[in-house]
């Protein structure tokens, strides 16, 4: 039930453009309310080693909370198989001691839960939080619309998240961020988290990646760094005798397996980035054998992977919805049954199983081991250590800003705690009951009721932890152990880079061609071309610019 399930189109643009390492950027809507005063950010870009952003970052002190079952290995998240008998109380006050409300917008992959005065979750929540919480709750999907608008008219709420991936489509954002949110360093910085405790418990580099313009200007949501994974429904295969692909070619194979339109079943939906990894296709900037940097669209297995995801389209095993909207909502169909395989974020598994488990017992989805297309050693990619951030509107005064804090320290409590079980479930015996094993099951209200609002409000240190769902924590864990192990190496990691506005605004009139090329609008010819513009058009200045962050940092 928790994470951004991912799959959007904006979402899928930014990972699969973005070169590694560049957790932030600017291109596409303009804030023209908040283009005056230039900060000297996001437009030329900016880059800078997290290890000099130390006088800014909060300083680590780690909660003493309950300890996994299963080792996060190599990077990965480590995993909880079993929920504590006895939940910790980590916040003893209430964080907002003026009562005020507090607005905030959060997005939501999920059909919107009943509002502020109309629902009991909200109401315990907000009990320990000392004031109401009124959640503006956006589609996950149509966020980033949205977000430009509300930056350019500058009446944001008191507490905004804002994904990473959307951030890739608004211009001067780094301006936006001067004009309109706190300045967080003189209440974070250092020792100065010591005051939020729960806050001091998240991992240094993932604060790193809430630094806009030389100021730490929002609290980060950690993540392992994997963008998604190819799930598919095995419950579907096993009634058809498949097997999961080793190869391209199995995959393929597949294909014409798993279709059969007079069963209204499609094989796939969206997967080319994954069919990109699969092929060996860099997630963003590798150097040749000159030392040249070259960017993932202008390799030949780009290419390669480009010809392979046509050929899919082509053949009729993408469902038919996807081949008319690149933008659809994929759950519901994966979920029908309708299509069987399928990329999203890793958060999409638990939030499927919250959804199905009392809806289709035999509903079974599990994640698709990385692959390389000729059966080699595949690789994964890697992202940054946050991608989602919640920022604190600015100028609201010193004692406000602290309880705002307050308020993303009780958000960030991490697993086995009351306050971390109260925002994920609700109320025992209201919104959930315990199961045998201890787990929570969500009655009918916790169904109608709960959803991951606070969640989004704050990060906290990745974990695997819904033991509710058999097997699933163990295979989670399992996965993402192995996909740490396959990553890519990063060029630029451990440099915080902040990519110039020119070259980040290509990403989606390429995109826009490339699902030109899949759906049979553009021969596959024209990638070159397409290529060529972007390199014209802001690619090779973008060379230039992240040539010279490695150089400056000895690379």
Known sequence: ???????????????????????????????????????????????????????????????????????????????????????????????????????????????????????????????????????????????????????????????????????????????????????????????????????????????????????????????????????????IFDQVGAAPPKTADELLALGKQLTDARANRWAFGGITDEIQRAFGVPSGWRKDSSGKLVHKVETPEFEEAIAFVRKVFQNGYVHPTVVGNKATDEKPLFEGGQLVIRQ????????????????????????????????????TWGGDPAGIFTFVKKGLGKDRIAELLGVLNYTAAPFGTEENQLYS????????????????????????????????????????????????????????????KLREPNLFEGIRVEQPSKMAALAQPFDDKLQDIYRGRRPVSELKVAVKEWQTNGGNEGRDFYAKVLSDNGR
């Not at 006050?93 to 997005?107: I, L």
């Not at 699933?472 to 996965?479: D, H, K």
């Open 1 to 235: 039930m928790i994470g951004p399930g991912g799959g959007s189109t904006n979402r899928r643009t930014f990972l699969s453009l973005l070169g590694a390492g560049a957790a932030v950027t600017a291109g596409g809507v303009t804030l023209s309310g908040c283009s005056s005063g230039d900060s000297g950010s996001s437009v030329n870009g900016r880059a800078e080693t997290e290890d000099k952003l130390g006088g800014l970052l909060p300083k680590y002190i780690a909660y003493d909370g309950v300890k996994p079952d299963l080792p996060g290995e190599n990077g990965g998240a480590p995993g909880f198989t079993k929920y504590p008998a006895t939940l910790q109380r980590a916040v003893p006050d209430k964080p907002v001691k003026s009562g005020k409300e507090v607005t905030a917008m959060t997005p939501l992959w999920a059909p919107l839960p009943p509002g502020l005065g109309s629902n009991t979750y909200f109401d315990a929540n907000n009990e320990r939080i000392g004031a109401p919480v009124r959640f503006n709750i956006l589609s996950g999907n149509d966020y980033g619309d949205k977000l430009g608008p509300l930056l350019a008219s500058g009446n944001v709420p008191d507490l905004l998240c804002v994904p990473g991936w959307n951030i890739s489509g608004l211009t001067r954002f780094g301006q936006a961020a001067d004009k309109l949110f706190e300045d967080l360093t003189p209440y974070l910085a250092g020792d100065k988290v010591a005051a939020y405790p729960l806050l001091a418990n998240l991992p240094t580099r993932a604060w790193a990646y809430g630094v806009w313009n030389s100021q730490l200007k929002a609290v980060p949501f950690p993540s392992t760094g994997f963008p998604w994974a190819l799930f598919y429904r095995k419950d």
């Open 425 to 484: 479930y609700g109320v025992e015996g209201k919104h959930y009951t315990r199961q045998s094993s201890g787990a929570p099951k969500l009655t009918a209200l916790g169904q109608k009721e709960v959803a991951t609002t606070y969640t989004f409000l704050g990060g906290r240190p990745e974990a695997i932890t819904q033991s509710e769902y058999p097997g699933y924590v163990e295979a989670m864990n399992a996965w993402g152990n192995n996909a740490a």
């Open 344 to 379: 999203d974020g890793l958060g999409a598994w638990p939030e499927s199983l919250q959804r199905q488990s009392s809806i289709n017992p035999k509903f079974d989805m599990q994640p698709i081991a990385p692959f390389a297309h000729d059966g080699g050693t595949p690789i």
